[in-house]
């Protein structure tokens, strides 16, 4: 439920309002605005008896939220949610952020090189797990703090920003200190103590759709990263769990807008693990500016067939650049413009 305050209540009126919340065994989240202060009311599974707050003075407006899914949903917030991350770069406002890099951090020359590629291509954010979630154990598992560390290094030498994943609850500092942006992945969409975990810190969180997750799910899971106090989060399509044998997933694109209707958060787009197939990458990462997506993650590798993860499905670095161009295009199709990637940082 959401509380709208009459423009020019006081601050006692406000905290009245919030009192009563609270005396009601609920909890208040004050939203001082531009223009109006709104107060939530969250901490309930039901319908709340808003009548004792309705008659409090300065009170304008009550909103029953009619979503499961309630901090998430535009009913709460009607404007976009922009995430602001380090050096003044924006998700969710006019730019399409794109986000690029191999599908895990191999080696040191590996993701330098990478991440040169990249950033000239035009990317703003580095991509590289060090901690992967693979179907094998056998599989290779991520170089771990090592990569957290290499992934820094080609921070510092390119200006590229870092998104990297976090596994499990007990490496979310560690990811956090390192990365820009921690990923949650597809199959940790649910995992609920992770979700408050990262809800805690204050860095933002890109969180992936579940592999058969519904775009309800993926909220709900979003309103547990905001619940925990963290409002910095970006949604992520990549795609969904079907019968269909000649991709690896089928890519959703339908999310996008339905997203940007029923939240106000960013939601982004990830056309290679969505199609798992190289040449279907590009015409789905231009689909994914054109339904509106706030920026595309991109697997690229310089050698894609020499990759320990995703080789198939990572693009070579000449066919980013091509790509590049025609996101570029796409977006001012729309009144959009693609994110330009931050200074290097000058060397003493
Ligand atoms: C990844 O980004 O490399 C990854 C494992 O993604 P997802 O969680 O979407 O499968
Ligand atoms: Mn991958």
Redesign the pocket.
């Known amino acids: 439920m959401l509380i709208v305050m009459e423009h020019g209540a006081t601050q006692g009126e406000i905290a009245r309002v919030v009192e009563t919340i609270e005396e009601l065994g609920y909890e208040a989240r004050p939203m001082p605005g531009a223009q109006r202060t709104a107060v939530g009311l969250v901490g309930n599974d039901g319908r709340v008896d808003s009548s004792r707050i309705a008659a409090l003075t300065g009170v304008k407006e009550i909103i029953h939220v009619t979503q499961p899914y309630k901090q998430v949903s535009r009913e709460w917030k009607e404007e976009p949610t922009i995430v602001r991350l380090s050096g003044g770069l924006a998700i969710g406002g006019d730019e399409v952020v794109a986000m690029a890099g191999p ?2 951090v191999e080696s040191e020359e590996q993701i330098l090189e990478t991440a040169h590629l990249v950033r000239e291509a035009g990317a703003s954010i580095l ?1 590289g ?1 060090a901690y ?2 693979r179907s094998s154990p056998y599989s290779f598992q991520g170089l771990g703090v090592t990569g957290l560390k290499l992934l820094a290094k080609a921070r510092d030498e390119s200006g590229l920003l870092v998104v990297t ?1 976090v596994l499990d609850t007990d490496s979310v500092d560690v990811v956090a200190e390192y990365a820009d942006v921690i ?1 949650i ?5 649910q995992n609920f103590s992770l979700l408050k975990r990262a809800g805690r810190t204050n860095k933002p969180v890109l969180l ?2 579940g ?1 058969a997750a519904t775009v309800t799910e993926l909220l709900l899971s979003a309103e547990y990263l905001l619940a925990e106090g963290n409002p910095n989060v970006i949604l ?1 399509e ?2 969904i769990r079907s019968f269909d044998t000649l991709t690896r997933n089928v890519f959703d694109i339908t999310s996008i807008p339905l997203v940007h209707s029923l939240s106000h958060l960013p939601i982004i787009a ?1 056309p ?2 969505g199609t798992g197939r190289r040449d279907k990458v590009t015409p789905m990462a231009r689909a994914a500016v054109a339904a509106g997506a706030d920026g595309v ?1 991109i ?1 690229v590798h310089p050698r894609p067939d020499r990759a320990l ?2 080789g198939d499905q990572s693009l070579y670095p000449d066919q980013f650049t091509e790509l590049m161009g025609q996101i570029r295009t796409i977006a001012e199709a729309i009144g959009r413009r693609v994110a330009k990637p931050l200074p290097v940082p000058v060397r003493a």
């Open positions: 599908c895990s991509r797990g992967k979630p994943e990923q992945g597809a199959r940790n969409m992936k759709r592999i992520c990549r795609g990830d290679s693990h993650i697997e993860s995703d």
